[in-house]
């Protein structure tokens, strides 16, 4: 509750929270605001925003512009959590694992994760979507798969800082399970700059989703933000509305997410108060 | 400075910086002979043999090195090219070229009725595969003298005269090739041909410089000094390009579709879609008819009825083109424009399904059917995306599947889809074109471009096989008309559009256009003014 109120009053945080909330606002709404299928061509083509039913114009085959940015939010976001949870799974997994055993299985684990975060997380996850083929799951997984090293070796650390501790020791010694010290003793103390990490994430898979949507290997059965920036693209001179739109709800996502990451931050981290931040 | 003319700007530099050559359009200013053409090849061609190698760009640019004995109206009427006249015997079977006198090849040597030989019946033969389909049929090729030219058929084959172009039938000199390994000769690097241009200099990824042939034997040919094709493989430099005047021509794809209506309104250019005929593109929804429920006609049918083809044109061809009737294009001979229409009509698509049996879901879907999405460009997106919403109106879920080239033609070919888009040439005679297609001697596993939907008919095949060794054009009118009539009944594929690509070019150009291979040909008038 404390922590609630603390985030509350962090100015940024909020700013944050409230556009993030429009954006999952618009989503949910989506069908209600907009009840034609954004893929419906509803007017005629390259109708300039503030058009007659069109706030914000129509594309090259005369779809909505501002239906497609209600659907792509669902899209974005829905990328962007189920790809975050995902690369939680695997890198707090392989983190907790390195961080509570340390040694040979440390070892191991790091220099798996070290072989990811050598190839460069975009390229990697083109390379999936485009041998996998580019569905919705396959590209959730994609983006898990190249999102996971950071969250692995945060939670590695927070672990190995943790596993000393005397409260630590003191469960180990009463012969509690390595499973249950690390679920109930280490991670409930190590979550909080997991959740501010994790925050992030989403920020990025977002990004990398549009980027792939972007070059054409996102679902082609779904409308998404980066996909309306694609296909406009090379009519930019003609109709700076089809890229400009979506480009801005893609800003304003990801900036939000990011305000609300650090404003978690802030909060969650007890070294940081709130006072000595303003001095 | 306004956002666009900073877009256009950076656009610019971005053109201006594969420059380094001189620009010729000063100096073709009022003069009628003499000056530089700068045109655009896209994208850039392995090898400019087009004997060897028949990608679109090596046609475009080989068509100024290389002649045929004949060029086409655009009518599709045979016109003099190398041969100053030829002869056809009464029963079909023999036919005689006498090729013009003083002809040369670009080293000087003169071009005679051996070279001609030799490239019809060994190199194209052996590299060319359109050309080997209908000059497989010659039983004996004859040089009398240095010529003439003697060809006898094993039997009739009424379009042979239709593949003496220059993209089918480029002649190369046999004194360089003969007895070679013919890809691994090292004159195909100079590509030594008989056109009014011969190759001066080839920078890789920046230009292809052509200069007069000295010896060309047409009097007064060629008129320009130079051309010079320049390698711009970013489709918004090449717009800028073109509206900048540092290239005074465009042809094929070079500009996008969509940019097309901007700039054909420019003061200083001007746009035609002719020198196309040959060719003849047509595009279809290919439907693979030996899955269920696309087995069935009346699913076909309701396919066609579901398209509104006009709003496709409109919307994602800019209404570059028109729409498609049945299986051979308009702009073809034996086109048969009194068949079954298919007008926009979701209702009867709808009342075919239900008739089928095939009955809406609570979702309000009959049927969900996997597409292929052919990897090659925004305007096959778009359609993808058009067809989608289009068979969705009437209850048939298309699942777009994105994929990459190889992956396509590998699928397509193999069989392994149930719907695609796809793009075919029709090289003047149905017999050439049209009824690779459908026929079914011609489905081949693992080929593109045969029978690839599957389609069978033995009144079809029996009428085609007719048409082609037909030898008046009044039978062959009976056979294609009655075989045109029955296709669209039973709608193998969806036709949907003819295409017309745009040339845009400076209003200064004469002569660019002037018979159906368009911008293949060999640019011998082309002159500034």
Redesign the interface.
Same mark, same amino acid.
């Given at each position: 509750m404390e922590r609630l109120k603390t985030f509350l009053r962090h100015p940024t945080g909020m700013i944050g929270l409230v556009i993030l909330m429009a954006v999952v606002v618009l989503a949910v709404l989506a069908p209600t605001l907009f009840p034609d299928?954004p893929?419906?061509?509803v007017a005629a083509?390259f109708q300039p925003p503030a058009s007659e039913g069109l706030p914000l114009g129509s594309d090259?085959?005369?779809r909505s512009v501002a239906a497609g940015i209600a659907y792509g939010a669902r899209v974005s976001l829905t990328i962007g959590v189920a790809s975050t949870l995902a690369a939680l799974c695997i890198g707090v997994t392989i983190g907790a694992i390195a961080g509570y055993f340390g040694g040979k299985v440390d070892d191991l684990m790091m220099r798996i994760t070290e072989l990811f975060q050598t190839i460069p997380g975009f390229v990697l996850a083109i390379l999936l979507v485009?041998t996998i083929?580019?569905t919705l799951t396959n590209v959730i997984i994609s983006i898990g798969a190249v999102s996971w090293p950071p969250l692995a070796r945060l939670t590695r650390a927070e672990f190995m800082r943790l596993r000393g501790r005397e409260f630590v020791q003191a469960a180990v010694c009463q012969g509690q399970a390595p499973m249950v010290v690390a679920l109930r003793h280490i991670l409930p103390n190590a979550i909080s700059p997991i959740i501010v990490t994790g925050s992030l994430t989403i920020a990025t898979a977002i990004l990398i989703e549009s980027a792939l949507s972007f070059m054409?290997?996102g679902d082609?059965?779904l409308m998404s933000w980066g996909l309306m920036i694609g296909?406009s693209r090379?009519?930019?001179?003609?109709a700076?509305w089809m890229s400009m739109f979506p480009g801005i709800a893609i800003v304003l996502t990801v900036l939000a997410i990011n305000l609300v990451g650090e404003g978690l931050n802030d909060t969650l981290n007890p070294r940081i108060s709130r006072k000595a931040r303003k001095a | 400075m306004n956002?666009?003319e900073f877009?256009?700007l950076g656009l610019l530099a971005g053109a201006v910086g594969i420059g380094g050559i001189p620009l010729g359009v000063t100096r073709a200013v009022g003069q009628t002979r003499g000056g530089t053409l700068n045109t655009i090849i896209q994208p850039e061609p392995p090898i400019l043999v087009t004997a060897l190698n028949q990608q679109q760009p090596t046609l475009t640019l080989g068509g100024k090195i290389y002649e045929s004995l004949l060029r086409y109206d655009f009518d599709l009427k045979p016109l003099p090219g190398l041969a100053q006249s030829w002869e056809v015997s009464p029963d079909k079977l023999t036919y005689t070229f006498k090729l013009f006198p003083n002809i040369t090849f670009h080293d000087g040597t003169p071009l005679t009725s051996e070279d001609v030989v030799f490239s019809i019946t060994k190199i194209l033969m052996e590299n060319h595969a359109r050309a080997r389909n209908t000059f497989s049929r010659i039983d004996k090729a004859e040089a009398p003298d240095p010529l003439t030219v003697v060809f006898t058929l094993k039997k009739p084959f009424a379009p042979f005269l239709t593949a003496f172009d220059c993209t089918t039938a480029p002649i190369v000199p046999k004194h360089i090739y003969e007895g070679t390994d013919y890809r691994k000769n090292p004159a195909n690097a100079k590509a030594i041909g008989s056109g009014p241009f011969k190759l001066k200099e080839w920078v890789r990824g920046s230009h292809v410089h052509l200069v007069r042939h000295e010896g060309y034997y047409r009097p007064n040919e060629p008129v320009l000094d130079e051309i010079i094709y320049r390698v711009i493989p970013d489709?918004?430099s090449r717009s800028v390009a073109l509206e900048q005047g540092t290239v005074q021509l465009t042809q094929w794809t070079d500009v !996008?579709l969509?940019e097309v209506p901007?700039l054909s309104k420019l003061p200083n250019l001007t746009m035609t879609t002719k020198g196309y005929e040959f060719f003849a593109p047509h595009t279809w929804l290919e439907i693979n008819n030996r899955i269920a429920p696309m087995n069935d006609k009346r699913f076909r049918q309701a396919v066609m009825y579901a398209i509104d083809r006009k709003?496709l044109l409109n919307?994602?061809y800019f209404g570059l083109g028109k729409v498609a009737t049945g299986p051979v294009s308009s702009k073809t001979k034996f086109y048969e424009k009194d068949v079954k229409k298919y007008d926009f009509s979701p209702e009867k698509a709808k009342a075919l399904l239900d008739e089928m049996g095939l009955k809406p879901g609570p979702d309000g879907k009959r049927v969900t059917i996997p597409f292929l999405?052919p990897p090659y460009g925004?305007t096959h997106?778009?359609t993808? !995306?058009?067809l989608?919403?289009s068979l969705?109106r009437v209850g048939i879920d298309l699942?777009?599947?994105?994929i990459?080239v190889a992956g396509w033609a590998e699928k397509f070919s193999n069989w392994d889809f149930s719907m695609t888009t796809t793009t075919v040439y029709q090289f003047g005679d149905p017999a050439l074109g049209v009824s690779r297609s459908y026929v079914s001697t011609n489905i081949r596993k693992g080929i593109l471009f045969s029978n690839t939907c599957g389609y069978s008919n033995p009144e079809v095949d029996r009428l085609f096989e007719e048409a082609a060794v037909a030898t008046t054009d009044d039978k062959r009118q009976e056979h294609y008309s009655a075989l045109q009539k029955i296709m669209v009944e039973e709608v193998p594929v969806a036709w949907l559009l003819e295409i017309d690509y745009p040339n845009l070019m400076d209003k200064r150009l004469k002569n660019v256009i002037t018979t159906a291979i368009g911008v293949h040909d060999t640019f011998g008038t082309v002159s500034f003014g």
């Open positions: 299928d893929w419906e061509m083509p090259m085959l005369g485009a083929g580019p054409g290997l082609p059965n296909a090379t009519v930019i001179r003609q700076w | 956002r666009r877009t256009k489709s918004a !996008e969509f901007r709003a919307r994602i999405v925004e997106q778009r993808a !995306e058009f989608r919403q969705a699942q777009l599947q994105g990459d």
